[in-house]
């Protein structure tokens, strides 16, 4: 009899064992979950963290690279810009003296305005080799990008909007602007438009007369 009360015994006390045993495998099994989920988030944020530094990076290398080349290519702008006034003087003195009749007579003359011109054509040599170019703009449509409008001129030949007159040259020096043309415009005659109002106004005072109401402002007048 207490044989089998000990086996009985030992029997509850392995199942009360085994009882224990199972709950504790499940919370350390939902532990090593979380921490798992945890890990994952946090190399996740890393990962992202990592991809926005690498982004960043990127983005400064090519924006150094970009003010690097701009630093070769226009960094005489301005100086380029200024330039451009020697320029200007050249070709206002050439033509100054072809304007000047007593320089004309001169023995010198000829000799002298080719000198300016040897000047002008060096001058214009080294701004092409530095990518400084002249704008084209007479015959061409008028474009704010690289044209200043100074003026307007009436011309029935041309298109309105056209430009038919250079004032003075612009340049440009790469892809930039250096200095727009300054320019005279096409217009149409004002005097075709004025003589459609006319004719209008003419139109409109034959209908009003055949209308009543002509006759009783007629009369009216007539009687003030």
């Known amino acids: ?6 086996a009985k015994n030992n029997d509850n006390i392995d199942q009360n064992q085994d009882k224990s045993e199972h709950p504790t495998v499940n919370t350390s099994e939902e532990a090593i979950d979380k921490n798992v989920s945890t890990d994952q988030v946090k190399l996740k944020d890393l990962e992202e963290k990592l991809l926005r530094a690498l982004a960043e990076q990127e983005n400064q290398r090519r924006r150094f690279e970009k003010e690097i080349k701009d630093a070769f290519e226009f960094g005489g702008f301005n100086f380029a810009k200024e330039t451009l006034s020697i320029l200007d003087n050249l070709q206002r003195a050439k033509q100054s003296m072809q304007n000047d009749k007593a320089l004309k007579a001169s023995k010198e ?3 002298f305005l080719n000198n300016i011109e040897i000047l002008e054509k060096d001058l214009v040599s080294i701004f092409e080799k530095n990518n400084i170019k002249k704008i084209h703009c ?33 340049y440009t020096f790469g892809d930039r602007l250096l200095r727009p043309s300054l320019v005279g415009v096409s217009k149409k005659k004002a005097e075709k438009s004025e003589k459609k109002v006319e004719n209008k106004d003419k139109e409109w005072l034959v209908v009003l007369k055949k209308t009543p109401i002509w006759k009783s402002l007629r009369i009216k007048l007539w009687v003030e």
């Open 1 to 6: 009899m207490s044989d089998k009360s000990e």
């Open 138 to 170: 007479v015959g061409k449509i008028f474009d704010p990008n690289f044209h200043q409008a100074m003026l307007e001129i009436e011309d029935e030949k041309s298109e309105p909007g056209k430009v038919i007159q250079e004032i003075q040259p612009g």
């Open 109 to 111: 003359f000829d000799k």
